[in-house]
T-cell receptor, first 109, second 111 residues
Framework: EDQVTQSPEALRLQEGESSSLNCSYTVSGLRGLFWYRQDPGKGPEFLFTLYSAGEEKEKERLKATLTKKESFLHITAPKPEDSATYLCAVASGYSTLTFGKGTMLLVSP | KAGVTQTPRYLIKTRGQQVTLSCSPI?????VSWYQQTPGQGLQFLFEYFSETQRNKGNFPGRFSGRQFSNSRSEMNVSTLELGDSALYLC??????????FGPGTRLTVL
C-alpha cells in the first residue's frame, strides 16, 4: 500500500525566511510525485510533477526536489501570499493519487 | 482553457437522503477521478473513470458510486447519507496520465 507522510504538519515563517517542507513516501513503482497548493475552501492547485530521483523543478519562489525516498519543497524568501496548505501525492497505478495530510504554511509579514 | 467545474458548490442534506454531484472535466481530458477530503483523513481516493469505464476504486462502501458519460462529464452518487459523509468532494481530470487538475469541490453537509 502506498504511503505518504508530510512534515511538519504546520509551519510558521516570517516573510523572507526560507525553509523546506518534507514529503516521505513508500510506493511500489513510482510513476510520479506531485506537489499541490490548496487555499482554504478551494480545490488543490497543481504545482509540480517529479518523475525520477535527482529531478528538480522550479516556479517563482518554490523549488521541488526528489530522492528515492522523499521529496522537498523549498520555499525561498516567502511572501504572505505563499500561505496555504501544500500537499504531496504519489502515483503508482493508473490515475490514482495517494496524498499526504499536507503542511499548513503561514507566512507573516 | 476552462478548468474543471463542479456543481453544486454547496449542499445540505439530512441523514438517509441521497445526493448526486456533477463534474465537468477540462476539455479533451478523458480521465475523471473523485476524492473525499476531510480534516481528519485528508484527501482519499474514491474512484476513477476513463472513457466511461471505472478503472479504479478506493476503499469506500458501496453507497458511493459514480459514472462517466460519453462527453467525459462525470457524476458521483452517495446513497443513504451518514453524518460522516460530510466532506469536501473533489473532482480531478487528466488527459490520461497522472497529472490531475482539480475543481473547486462540492461542500456536502449532512445533518
Amino acid at each position: 500500500e502506498d504511503q505518504v507522510t508530510q512534515s511538519p504538519e504546520a509551519l510558521r515563517l516570517q516573510e523572507g525566511e526560507s525553509s523546506s517542507l518534507n514529503c516521505s513516501y513508500t510506493v511500489s513503482g513510482l510513476r510520479g510525485l506531485f506537489w499541490y497548493r490548496q487555499d482554504p475552501g478551494k480545490g488543490p492547485e497543481f504545482l509540480f510533477t517529479l518523475y525520477s530521483a535527482g529531478e528538480e523543478k522550479e516556479k517563482e519562489r518554490l523549488k521541488a526536489t526528489l530522492t528515492k525516498k522523499e521529496s522537498f519543497l523549498h520555499i525561498t524568501a516567502p511572501k504572505p501570499e505563499d500561505s496555504a496548505t501544500y500537499l504531496c501525492a504519489v502515483a503508482s497505478g493508473y490515475s490514482t493519487l495517494t496524498f499526504g495530510k499536507g503542511t499548513m504554511l503561514l507566512v507573516s509579514p | 482553457k476552462a478548468g474543471v467545474t463542479q456543481t453544486p458548490r454547496y449542499l445540505i442534506k439530512t441523514r438517509g437522503q441521497q445526493v448526486t454531484l456533477s463534474c465537468s472535466p477540462i476539455s479533451g481530458h478523458r480521465s475523471v477521478s473523485w476524492y473525499q477530503q476531510t480534516p481528519g483523513q485528508g484527501l482519499q481516493f474514491l474512484f476513477e473513470y476513463f472513457s466511461e469505464t471505472q478503472r479504479n476504486k478506493g476503499n469506500f462502501p458501496g453507497r458511493f458510486s459514480g459514472r462517466q458519460f460519453s462527453n467525459s462529464r462525470s457524476e458521483m452518487n452517495v446513497s443513504t447519507l451518514e453524518l460522516g459523509d460530510s466532506a469536501l468532494y473533489l473532482c480531478a481530470s487528466s488527459f490520461g496520465g497522472h497529472e490531475q487538475f482539480f475543481g473547486p469541490g462540492t461542500r456536502l453537509t449532512v445533518l
